[in-house]
């Protein structure tokens, strides 16, 4: 079992930055691959960046490329998303997830455990 607790969020004007924070807690850290979802109002939950074992490959969804990064410390059992010149339409309700396996992918149901979540409001 994993336990995953995200923290960060918040209210930012758009062009500013965040960094959400997920610890883990549980089986040890590194043998999971780490993801970060996200769920606005109305819409699906959606992929926004994954990260392999070793934080060697990284994965991001076309709409944050180039402004968001994923990457993790295995000692601290954390994974981290720093955000940077968001944009109102990132607003959304943000899952960091995780599963078992080397291979980092793109849909929620290969994930198997699944933090609370930490609101990020982008205002315009």
């Known amino acids: 079992q994993v336990q995953l607790v995200e923290s960060g969020g918040g209210l930012v004007q758009a062009g500013g930055s965040l960094r959400l924070s997920c610890a883990a807690s549980g089986r040890p850290f590194r043998t999971y691959t780490m993801g970060w979802f996200r769920q606005a109002p109305g819409k699906e939950r959606e992929f926004v960046a994954a990260?392999?074992?070793?934080?060697?490959?990284?994965v991001y969804a076309d709409s944050v490329k180039g402004r968001f990064t994923i990457s993790r410390d295995n000692a601290k059992n954390t994974v981290y998303l720093q955000m940077n010149s968001l944009k109102p339409e990132d607003t959304a309700v943000y899952y960091c997830?995780?599963?078992?396996?080397?291979?980092?992918?793109?849909?929620?149901?290969?994930?198997?455990?699944w933090g609370q979540g930490t609101q990020v409001t982008v205002s315009s």
């Open positions: 997830a995780a599963r078992t396996t080397a291979i980092a992918t793109l849909r929620p149901s290969d994930y198997a455990y």
């Open positions: 990260i392999a074992l070793s934080g060697g490959r990284t």
